[in-house]
């Protein structure tokens, strides 16, 4: 007798063997037990969630001759049939390859007919939102209104491409992702019933890789057993076979790029590789561990929300505490994007080694985050600074200073001491971009008006293409306005989230001594009463101004 497979092996005979759709199992039998079903169902959701199965439970449970609270009994002869895929009851379609119109007019030319036998036919079309839009219209008149022994349920992982007329005559059931912890328990079960022998850690780990999905659990579990037949089930094995990394190489992965220890970092990379770990699998293994850290620094994490073992929500804990959120929101970020360049690039090492360089290295980046970075490590750097080492720069400068006094001093005998004095200030002072007049200096906004360009010259980035797209005007002799039109909302945004007025406060200063405020408005936030334009320009122009 030939092998077969778990997941069909296992495969749901009644509600009460579905595993976590509890509300959508609950309604089902209630309406079974009832006798008010409807005749057409939606079911939504992601693979392997239950969706075929459930909808052939049904299929039982409303042809069922001696139901038991809303399930089939699974031992009449309409179950027996139907389980068995030999009954005219049940009828499954495959909308990805029967999904044009005739294939739609075959079956409401065969819904004319009543059963033979049982009460009701079941219509089960599987990914739905594969049918063409004319199979669709074909399709909705019968759907709306069935003949009182027909059923249809209608299956899909993509229910956005349902047309709402299809879905507005059906009544939804979404089916949401299986928690891991679910999925381990039943593998257990399964497990025990087929006498095997497995480690905890082993099935537990499986379940985290099949994401939600019953299905692709079972079907891990399966390429498993037979990797390792005969033998306990490890957790070693396990990752052997997946082609996935223990998890303590993402911990000491973790530790190196907080730290910026690139050389370790990439011997971890290449013991990975080395082993035959997929690139694309690792890296998505990675991210799910930094979500984990990134949840406990935040909010503290829980056990269930994180969906690890005892064991390692501590481990998690103990790390999370080691690491700065903003390192974590970076690089999770920069692991986004190699896995979506890792789907599409045959240079799958490179990009990964180049990435977790790039990581080690915030400089080689001129992003935000890629700047927020540079300034953590500056800080960690400083961290172990005395203050005496600190102020050593500043005690040889003023050395220097006083030098150079002392020789303009001997060069020239006939300067006097106040003289003297000002040399050494205008040394110790910082370089200023352009000398400033006095005029100026008072009125800070028409300096930056002026030196506008220059200024942006000194910024780079994003920042300084966000910059460049507002208009420049003087509030008043301290205050610039930075105004941005409704169409660039999301540069104005940018703009005010970043807090790039006050960088440029600080440019400013840095560049040209003097204090000057900005204030960024989008164009429905600017009114004429608040516009200290108007009244500078009123108090130069004597004739009446009037705003159009």
């Known amino acids: 007798m030939s092998y077969t497979a778990l997941y069909r092996k296992f495969r749901p005979a009644s509600f009460d063997e579905v595993k976590g759709q509890d509300p959508i199992v609950r309604t089902l ?3 079974v037990a009832s006798g008010h079903t409807g005749h057409a169902y939606l079911f939504c959701g992601t693979r392997g969630t239950g969706k075929t199965s459930v909808a052939k439970v049904l299929a039982k449970a409303v042809n069922c001759e001696q139901p038991v609270d809303g399930n089939p009994c699974n031992t009449c002869a309409m179950c027996r049939e139907i389980a068995a895929g030999a009954s005219m ?15 739609i007019r075959q079956v409401i030319e065969e819904v004319a007919y009543p059963p033979a036998k049982g009460r009701y036919k079941v219509y089960i079309i599987d990914e739905v939102h594969m049918l063409s839009t004319g199979a669709f219209n074909a399709l909705l008149k019968t759907l709306e209104e069935p003949p009182a022994y027909v059923m249809f349920i209608l299956a899909t992982t993509e229910a956005h491409k349902v047309p709402v007329t299809i879905m507005s005559r059906c009544q939804r059931y979404d089916f949401r992702r299986i928690a891991a912890d679910e999925i381990a328990a039943h593998l257990k079960y399964l497990a025990r019933q087929e006498q095997l022998s497995f480690e905890d850690k082993a099935l537990e780990y499986i379940a985290r890789q099949a994401d939600g999905a019953m299905r692709d659990a079972l079907s891990l579990l399966d390429q498993c057993i037979a990797f390792n037949f005969g033998g ?21 992965l973790t530790d190196a790029l907080f ?20 690139p694309g ?117 003023a050395q220097n200073v006083m030098a150079q006094a002392a020789r303009a001093a001997t060069q020239a005998p006939q300067t006097d001491a106040k003289t003297t004095d000002e040399t050494a200030l205008a040394a110790e002072a910082p370089k200023q971009e ?27 980035g994003m920042e300084k293409n966000m910059l460049e797209e507002a208009k ?52 429905d936030q600017i009114s004429p009463e608040k516009d200290h334009r108007m009244e500078r320009l009123q108090s130069i122009v004597t004739i009446p101004i009037e705003e159009e």
Not at 246 to 251: I, K, L, S
Not at 436 to 447: F, H, R, Y
Not at 487 to 503: G, I, P, S
Not at 511 to 523: I, M, N, T, W
Request: hydrophobic letters at 40%; a negative charge; one cysteine or more.
């Open 29 to 31: 039998k209630n309406q």
């Open 89 to 103: 009851n049940a009828i499954e379609i495959d909308a990805a390859s029967n999904n044009g119109v005739d294939n």
């Open 232 to 252: 306990t089930l490890a957790y070693d094995k396990v990752l052997e076979v997946l082609g996935t990394a223990d998890t303590g190489r993402f911990y000491a």
């Open 259 to 278: 730290a910026a220890d690139a050389a370790k970092v990439l011997n971890l990379i290449d013991e990975t590789f080395s082993e035959g770990k997929e």
């Open 281 to 397: 699998a690792f890296v998505s293994d990675l991210i799910w561990h930094l979500r984990n850290l990134l949840l406990t620094r935040v909010s503290g994490g829980t056990q269930d929300i994180l969906g690890v073992s005892a064991e390692d929500f501590a481990d998690i804990r103990e790390q999370a505490e080691r690491v700065d959120t903003s390192f974590l929101m970076h690089a999770i970020n920069m692991l986004s994007e190699l896995s979506a360049t890792l789907r599409v690039t045959t240079q799958k090492r490179v990009m990964t080694e180049v990435c977790m360089i790039r990581l080690c290295h915030p400089e080689m980046g001129e992003d935000i985050e890629s700047l927020e970075e540079r300034v953590r490590h500056l800080e960690q750097r400083l961290e172990g600074v005395s203050a005496a080492e600190l102020s050593l720069p500043r005690q040889t400068a």
């Open 434 to 460: 352009k000398a400033v007049q006095p005029q100026e200096a008072s009125d800070g906004a028409a300096l930056v008006e002026r030196e506008w360009g220059r200024i942006l010259s000194g910024i780079r």
């Open 472 to 523: 420049v005007s003087a509030d008043d002799a301290s205050h610039i306005r930075l105004s941005y039109a409704k169409t660039a909302e999301f540069t104005y945004n940018y703009v005010v989230q970043f807090h790039l007025a006050d960088k440029l406060t600080a440019l400013v200063k840095k560049k040209y001594g003097v204090e000057v405020g900005f204030r960024v408005v989008l164009a």
